[in-house]
């Protein structure tokens, strides 16, 4: 019977050394630490598109002339290689690379990277020869003004026209680097020509400026269609896409690798059962003592608690992640907040570019000259002015002359302090876009009291020449609306970026006159309501709910900024932006809706 005892309580105790060998082996199975290199990949694999989109802004910032130095175009490349090393090295030691699968996910992603890298340094090569031309070109054609100035008066007319093309074609050349088209590049070519006849009236002390301004013309008119190109294949390349396929690989690597994990667990759950009952049963028969037992439960409370002191842990790590996330979160909306400034500030530039050319302009061909020719004769006769003014055909002709010279000059004055005026306010709108960054950092909105048909003209004259050239005519409907409570720069960001969209929508319309419908009346007393209509291609019903997404544009040239932030500032004033459409081909209707908030009348 003994015998019989002892051979149980061996087989029990061979029983319990397999379980706890067993129970042992799970748990180092299970006791992985891929969950960690999980989440260190992808925040590698986070930091390179990170990288990529601050890769693709620095791009854009050059194509507009922001920045002239091409450093910040190799420096996330450089980064984003090391991160890549980094990222290889880690699956490497994971054996992770040796799969078909990550293997073609990873050469998807080198060879995208090195297609883009090329492009971006056939970009570099090609914008630098443009930015050199453009900036260029008020020199090479203050170089053909100056001397124009400085010939006879016999061809007055005819220089003065001269004049007037050779400034219009250099006008087309800068436009045609904001807005490229097959009709621009048109215009520039037969300017061209235009200028190629005119050349062979001139001295031959003026061929070699104007062989220079020409030369620099038709460089713009072939490498900017080269340079925009450029930009669309940088932007189709699906750098983005192939690391999200390697983050996607990368999750279900871990999917896999928790379910493995599970069953581990389970496994455990099984064993550790089949375990403390072979414990308890060999404990009755071989102790059957409270020792025993107290020795039992102590060792028992001793597990439990590294098994808490694990789960705090897993939720210290847990919460790192978390903070993690977030600093991520919130590095990727400050960067979209600066594509949304470029965008609106790049809107503004062209009204500036206008107005600081059209006082150029006024100013070269100032009605001024013709005082000190008068002052000329005056001082050829000073010892018989009276005599010269009262006898003489030309001194008969002078007390007229400068009193239409009088009136001439402050015609000119007026002018030109009309448009420094609508100047300053181009420029104190685009301060106000700036300074628009602090809002998103708690900074206060700044509401003061506006008229709205004031602030709608504002608008359409930072549009003004881009509607003239477009031939389009504007219909206004103001309503009788009192003075509001507003956010001048957020409204006026808002009506500038409907209406240059307007006037693109309107830009293939060649069977029927161009109308831009601007409206301005108040709904149901409490509700301040703007809108703007066009008779343009319209909107399809598919892209009605992605309107205002955030980088979508039906524009080839388009970048899906503009209506996204105007959406945006219209929330931010407690309002909302809509549009509508019956259809392509049929206009589009854009309506601001915001609490009407009226100016109190002192009493």
């Not at 992605?546 to 039906?554: C, E, L, N, S």
């Amino acid at each position: 019977m003994k015998t019989y005892h002892r051979r149980n309580l061996a087989l029990l105790g061979a029983v319990a050394v397999l379980l706890a060998s067993t129970l042992l082996f799970l748990y180092l199975k299970s006791n992985s630490q891929e969950t960690s290199t999980y989440a260190e990949s992808r925040d590698l694999i986070g930091r390179i598109k990170q990288l990529n989109a601050q890769w693709e802004t620095e791009i854009l910032k050059s194509r507009i002339a922001i920045s002239h130095n091409y450093d910040p175009l190799v420096a996330p490349l450089s980064e984003m290689t090391r991160l890549w090393q980094r990222f290889e090295s880690m699956e490497s030691n994971h054996g992770r690379n040796d799969s078909p699968t990550w293997r073609a996910s990873h050469d998807a992603y080198l060879s995208a990277i090195q297609e883009k890298t090329r492009l971006v340094e056939q970009f570099k090569s090609h914008n630098a020869v443009l930015r050199n031309s453009l900036a260029f070109l008020p020199t090479a054609e203050d170089d053909i003004q100056q001397p124009l100035t400085q010939l006879p008066d016999e061809d007055k007319l005819q220089l003065q026209n001269i004049a007037t093309d050779t400034y219009d074609l250099l006008l087309s050349s800068l436009e045609f680097a904001q807005v490229t088209s097959d009709d621009r590049a048109a215009d520039i070519l037969l300017g061209l020509n235009k200028l190629g006849v005119n050349k062979q009236r001139l001295p031959e002390q003026l061929h070699g400026p104007i062989d220079i301004l020409s030369n620099h013309i038709a460089l713009i008119l072939r490498e900017q269609p080269v340079v925009n190109r450029l930009l669309e294949n940088i932007e189709a390349i699906a750098v983005a896409e192939r690391l999200d396929d390697i983050t996607g690989l990368l999750n279900k690597d871990q999917q896999q690798t928790d379910a493995i994990d599970q069953r581990y667990h389970f496994y455990m759950l099984v064993f550790s059962t089949l375990l403390v009952l072979v414990l308890v049963y060999l404990a009755i028969r071989l102790m059957r003592s409270f020792g025993e037992i107290h020795r039992v439960n102590k060792e028992l409370q001793t597990a439990n608690e590294v098994l808490e002191q694990r789960v705090e842990e897993r939720t210290r790590e847990l919460k790192d992640t978390q903070s993690e996330l977030l600093d991520t979160a919130r590095q990727a909306g400050m960067a979209e907040i600066a594509t949304n400034v470029l965008h609106n500030v790049g809107n503004v530039l062209n009204s500036v570019n206008i107005s600081a050319d059209l006082v150029t302009r006024r100013l070269r061909s100032s009605k001024a000259q013709g005082l000190g020719k008068a002052m000329q004769l005056i001082n050829e006769h000073q010892s018989d002015l009276g005599t010269f003014l009262t006898q003489n055909e030309k001194g008969k002709l002078l007390p007229g002359y400068l009193n239409q010279l009088v009136e001439a000059i402050a015609l000119e004055q007026q002018g030109m302090t009309e448009e420094l005026a609508q100047l300053s306010k181009s420029v104190d709108h685009i301060k106000d876009i700036v300074a628009t960054q602090q809002s998103y950092a708690g900074a206060n909105n700044l509401v003061e009291p506006l008229y709205i048909s004031e602030l709608l003209e504002d608008a359409l004259r930072m549009n003004a020449g881009a509607l003239t050239r477009h031939h389009v005519t504007v219909v206004k409907e103001y309503g009788d609306v009192p003075q509001v409570m507003g956010d001048k720069h957020r409204l006026l960001l808002i009506l500038i970026n409907l209406i240059s969209n307007a006037k693109y929508a309107m830009s293939d319309l060649s069977n029927r006159a161009r109308h831009i419908t601007l409206g301005v009346k108040v709904v149901e007393d409490t509700i301040l309501q703007i809108s703007v209509k066009d008779d343009g291609e319209g909107i399809a019903p598919e892209n009605m709910t992605r309107i205002f997404a955030h980088g979508f544009t039906t524009r080839k040239e388009g970048h899906g900024f503009g209506l996204h932030s105007c959406a945006l500032a219209a929330i931010e004033m407690n309002g909302h932006l809509t549009a509508h459409s019956d259809g392509p081909g049929k206009g589009a209707l854009f309506t601001l809706q915001i609490p009407l908030n009226p100016v109190m009348e002192e009493a």
